[in-house]
């Protein structure tokens, strides 16, 4: 299984925090642990075979309250390395109904998405040659019902069609090569756009086929009964516009270049060297030993995660799964339990621990404009979209950095969650009134955010109303 390059991201840990500040503020930590974590899985695969199979996977476990950014960690983590990334709830697994293995399911999950992430990648690799390909097939085929003669190499001859002007002595000085490249110029200026063109489509059944359905085909209009002159029986001929056709014609050449088999192979490998699997509510299944039945069920689904997190086989229909490199990072408030609480087998298999801090009132402050994909910037865009340009002053930024900390403190403590409800609370009135209301600026300033805010976010406190 090896010999297969990984194209694993070679970020040094150093790079990995830096990458990952870009969207989380603060958790430090937390940021090193997954850094180190993923670097180390790197390290190991440059280790000669032999020695590899030593290394197991120092997996993590995340504590720290809710809303501090540990799913986040992850899901930036995993995106980062291109790596498959599952998130399950710890808790999906006691649920009533629960039987041993659907604990697998999580890994077969992963492999479904490591085929995703592979698919697309391929498709990418061979995409700027396929769409030359399918440019060149249809240039052909117009050049065909154009000047049939330059295909097929025959002499024109106006004898035999009376009636039919002959072709211009200076056209026909163009040659096959030259007429193909002017059509292909022509169509992508979208000339041929409507013009009818035949492309053969194999009858077997592929994701393009199960796509364009008989039914599918009909509506959009397309001659189903179609006009192979070579009547061949594995194909058929159908008769589309040039811009439905280019890129079925693309598709198909993209399958002639990839093929399925290498990309299940791949995928697998994938999974197994850098997958990553993130256990959310790992608290919620943490539970002194004894008592009643949930109890029992909740130990059990832990039971059941040893085999896997320590390295097994699970079947997947892609082929075999083995487990033992998967890194697992499990999270978790442990607000109810302590990670002690959980079965001893267990926290031996989560040997990195790490603790997520509470943000505080100026990590809110920063959290509101800082990262790449920030609040502000999110709604901004969002009002844009309707002509409505929306400005916050500094000071209203302030404000609803400390009107969200207190309300964290003074009623559930959601963490960054809570920016999300107050910016929606603050901004409620212009998503609604917007585009009618514009195009236009709207500008916020402390007094505003105040006025809007400071009523609801009293409310709250009061335990009036939720926030
Ligand atoms: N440190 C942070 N920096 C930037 N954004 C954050 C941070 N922490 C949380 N957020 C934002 O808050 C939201 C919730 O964060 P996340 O999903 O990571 O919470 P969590 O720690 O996994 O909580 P839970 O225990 O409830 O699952 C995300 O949309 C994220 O963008
Ligand atoms: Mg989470």
Redesign the pocket.
Same mark, same amino acid.
Do not use: C, F, Y
């Given at each position: 299984m090896s010999g297969m390059s990984l194209p694993i991201e070679e970020l040094t840990p150093t790079q990995i925090v830096a990458e990952l500040d870009r %969207?989380? $503020? /603060?958790?430090k930590a937390a940021k090193r642990a997954v850094a180190v974590a993923l670097r180390s899985r790197w390290r190991r695969q440059q280790l000669p075979e032999s020695e590899r199979l030593e290394v197991m996977p120092k997996n993590i476990l995340?504590i720290?309250? %809710?809303? $501090? /950014?540990?799913?986040?960690?992850?899901?930036r983590l995993a995106r980062l390395a291109r790596a498959p990334f599952v998130k399950v709830e710890a808790t999906k697994f006691t649920e009533v109904g629960y039987v041993g293995r659907d604990v697998e399911s999580m890994v077969r999950e992963l492999a479904a998405v490591a085929v995703r992430l592979v698919e697309q990648e391929k498709a990418e690799a061979v995409r700027e040659e396929s769409r030359d390909a399918a440019l060149n097939a249809a240039a052909q085929m117009i050049l065909g019902q154009e000047r049939p003669n330059l295909v097929y190499g025959w002499q024109w001859n106006p004898a035999d069609d009376e009636g039919q002007t002959p072709v211009e002595p200076e056209e026909s000085e163009e040659g096959y090569e030259e007429a193909l490249a002017r059509i292909r110029t022509e169509i992508e200026q979208g000339i041929h756009d409507e013009r009818m063109i035949s492309i053969d489509v194999e009858e077997q059944s592929s994701p393009f086929m199960q796509v364009f359905t008989p039914q599918g085909m009909e509506e959009m209009g397309i001659d189903m009964a179609g006009n192979n002159p070579f009547g061949g029986s594995r194909t058929v001929s159908r008769e589309v516009p040039v811009k439905i056709a280019l890129p079925v014609l693309e598709e198909t050449e993209a399958k002639r270049r990839i093929s399925r088999t290498s990309i299940y192979r791949e995928a697998v490998e994938r999974a197994e060297q850098t997958g990553i699997i993130f256990l959310?509510?790992i608290d919620k299944i943490a539970m002194r030993s004894g008592g009643s039945g949930p109890e029992v069920s909740r130990e059990g689904v832990q039971r059941d995660l040893l085999p896997i997190i320590e390295g097994s086989v699970v079947p997947s229909k892609f082929g075999p799964i083995r487990t033992d490199h998967i890194l697992f990072i499990a999270?978790?408030?442990f607000h109810e339990s302590k990670p002690s609480d959980l079965i001893p087998e267990l926290q031996g298999r989560l040997p990195v621990r790490v603790e997520?801090e509470s943000?505080s009132e100026a990590?809110f402050r920063?959290?509101l404009t800082?990262?790449e994909?920030?609040?502000v910037r999110q709604y901004t865009q969002l009002l844009r979209v309707d002509g409505i340009e929306v400005r916050f002053s500094d000071d209203a930024l302030d404000e609803v950095a400390h009107m969200a900390e207190e309300v964290n403190k003074n009623t559930e403590n959601?963490?960054?969650?809570r920016?999300?409800t107050m910016l929606e609370r603050l901004l409620e009135d212009l998503m609604f009134a917007a585009p009618e209301a514009g195009p236009k600026t709207v500008e916020f300033t402390c007094a505003e955010v105040r006025e809007v805010l400071g009523p609801i976010v009293r409310n709250a406190i009061k335990s009036k109303t939720i926030l």
């Open positions: %969207t989380i $503020v /603060g958790q995340m720290g309250p %809710t809303g $501090v /950014g540990k799913t986040e960690i992850a899901r959310d509510e999270a978790g408030a997520l943000l990590d920063r959290i800082e990262p994909n920030s609040l959601i963490g960054a969650r920016l999300h």
